[in-house]
């Protein structure tokens, strides 16, 4: 299974997130800020970045930009309540592998974190 980073600043949503994947038996590592997000991804090899668009420190797109920046190459998942559509499109042009829309279903959740895990 896959080891995966979970930023997300809503304690809620983080815990349905870490708990949903944790159940597919996948390895999950969580933070709560852009920075935390960075350091993480930056020394430890994960497979998978689950990303929150609105983080305490950071918009998604900083930490998005600088991963890439960075050369970290990951699988990143951004959600969001976003509905900008010239935004969604910026984090595409980032690099993002996907978008969510929130709210989202756990079963949502897995079905793309599956394709994505399975195209790379």
Known sequence: MA?????EDDAAVSL???KTLEADGHEVTTVFSGLDAIEQASDA???????DQFLPDRFGMEV????REAGIDLIVIVVSGLDDEEEVVKFFELG????????FSRSELRARIAVRLAQR
């Open 64 to 67: 998005l930009a600088s991963l």
């Open 16 to 18: 349905l997130i870490a």
């Open 3 to 7: 080891k995966v980073l979970v930023a």
């Open 45 to 51: 090899s994960f497979d998978l970045l689950i990303l």
């Open 96 to 103: 993002a592998s996907d978008f969510i829309q929130k709210p």
